[in-house]
C-alpha cells in the first residue's frame, strides 16, 4: 500500500451555533487541508500517481468551490453546519470524484485533514 499527500489553504468563514459560545459568531479561518490518496500499485513509471494530478483535483475542490467563501451558504452545507468535520467529508467525496473521473492510475481518498487552526483539525478517512 502506498499513500501520497498533498497540502494547500483557504480562506473561509462560517457560523456554528449550538457549538461554543465564541463560534456562534461570524468568524473566518485560514485553513489548512491536507489530502491523503492511498493505492496498491505503482504506476509504469514507478509512482502511485502524480502529484501534479493530486493537486490540480484538491485545488479544484478547494480554490474553485471553497476559497473566500461564506461556508454556510454554500448548497453543500445547505440544512447543516459547515464545520470542520464537514469540510474534511466535502473535500473527500468532491476530490474523489474528480480523480475517478481524470485519473488512469486507481486511487482512493484514505483521508482528509482540515485544520481550522495551527493547533486544532478534524480527520475524515472514508470507508
Known amino acids: ?17 449550538m457549538v ?6 461570524l468568524h473566518g479561518h485560514n485553513w ?7 493505492g496498491d500499485a505503482l ?3 514507478g509512482v502511485l500517481a502524480d502529484f501534479g494530478d493530486i493537486k490540480k483535483a484538491v ?11 461564506y461556508l ?8 447543516m453546519q459547515p464545520t470542520s468535520e464537514r469540510i474534511a467529508v466535502y473535500i473527500a467525496e ?20 482540515a485544520w481550522e487552526s495551527d493547533d486544532a483539525c478534524a480527520i475524515y478517512y472514508p470507508e
Open 72 to 79: 454556510n451558504e454554500l448548497p453543500a452545507f445547505e440544512g
Open 43 to 45: 504506476n509504469p513509471a
Open 20 to 25: 461554543g459560545q465564541k463560534c456562534e459568531n
Open 32 to 38: 489548512h487541508v491536507e489530502v491523503c490518496v492511498k
Open 1 to 17: 500500500m502506498f499513500e501520497l499527500k498533498v497540502k494547500t489553504r483557504f480562506a473561509g468563514a462560517h457560523q456554528l451555533t
Open 59 to 69: 485545488r479544484a475542490v478547494v480554490d474553485g468551490e471553497l476559497d473566500h467563501k
Open 94 to 113: 468532491k476530490v474523489q470524484a474528480i480523480l475517478d473521473k481524470e485519473l488512469k492510475e486507481e486511487v482512493q481518498v484514505s483521508r482528509v485533514m
